[in-house]
T-cell receptor
Framework: GAGVSQTPSNKVTEKGKYVELRCDPI?????LYWYRQSLGQGPEFLIY????????DSGLPNDRFFAVRPEGSVSTLKIQRTERGDSAVYLC??????????????FGPGTRLTVL | SQKIEQNSEALNIQEGKTATLTCNYT??????LQWYRQDPGRGPVFLLL?????KEKRKERLKVTFDTTLKQSLFHITASQPADSATYLC?????????FGSGTKLNVKP
């Protein structure tokens, strides 16, 4: 594909609802990262996939957050029982190589999540 | 964990001058460090990468330095243009994670 795509671009939901955010990485990219960015802050690491497996999920804030990448390409970030504090822009990035190999991350445009 | 500090105040400079942005970190020296540009409403765009054993990297009008003793990276844009106006983020890689600073907003005035 031309780049990393994320859907939806905007999501408004009510407190307590479940949401899914989708990321389509660049074809052939092995590594995939999810970040959360609040206004005026830099991206905050959530989870890193190497292929199908989550190599590091230590950034997920609590067990309401979960992410999958079942076939090693598309990834879905799932948030249960959303809270107002979950409102942020969720960014996805992919890279050809694993992070330890000093590779470029390509970011998607993000999904802006608003929890009312 | 890593703490990354970037000047939160906007940097205002005149077109044609050199912009210098600072990134300081605590704790571990990263395996490598990256600089990104982010425009409003968009994801970050990669600019430059520098490894821990490199002192300096250049790409066109961009230059990055990395001093592991000072725990600091400097990012320079020479002959700045209004189109360079954006937020610039530094990111450090340690142990499977990228730690990002909060970014510095650069305003280049014509």
């Amino acid at each position: 594909g031309a780049g990393v795509s994320q859907t939806p671009s905007n999501k408004v939901t009510e407190k307590g609802k479940y949401v899914e955010l989708r990321c389509d990485p660049i074809s052939g990219h092995t590594a995939l990262y999810w970040y959360r960015q609040s206004l005026g802050q830099g991206p905050e690491f959530l989870i890193y996939f190497q292929g199908t497996g989550a190599a590091d999920d230590s950034g997920l804030p609590n067990d309401r957050f979960f992410a999958v990448r079942p076939e090693g390409s598309v990834s879905t970030l799932k948030i249960q029982r959303t809270e107002r504090g979950d409102s942020a822009v969720y960014l996805c990035a992919s890279s050809l190589l694993a992070g330890g190999q000093a590779d470029t991350q390509y970011f998607g445009p993000g999904t802006r999540l608003t929890v009312l | 964990s890593q703490k990354i500090e970037q000047n939160s105040e906007a940097l205002n400079i005149q077109e044609g001058k050199t912009a210098t942005l600072t990134c300081n970190y605590t704790n571990y020296s990263p395996a490598y460090l990256q600089w990104y540009r982010q425009d409003p409403g968009r994801g970050p765009v990669f600019l430059l990468l520098i490894r821990e054993n490199e002192k300096e990297k250049r790409k066109e009008r961009l230059k990055v330095t990395f001093d592991t003793t000072l725990k600091q990276s400097l990012f320079h844009i020479t002959a700045s243009q209004p189109a360079d106006s954006a937020t610039y983020l530094c990111a450090l890689y340690n142990f499977n994670k990228f730690y990002f600073g909060s970014g510095t907003k650069l305003n280049v005035k014509p």
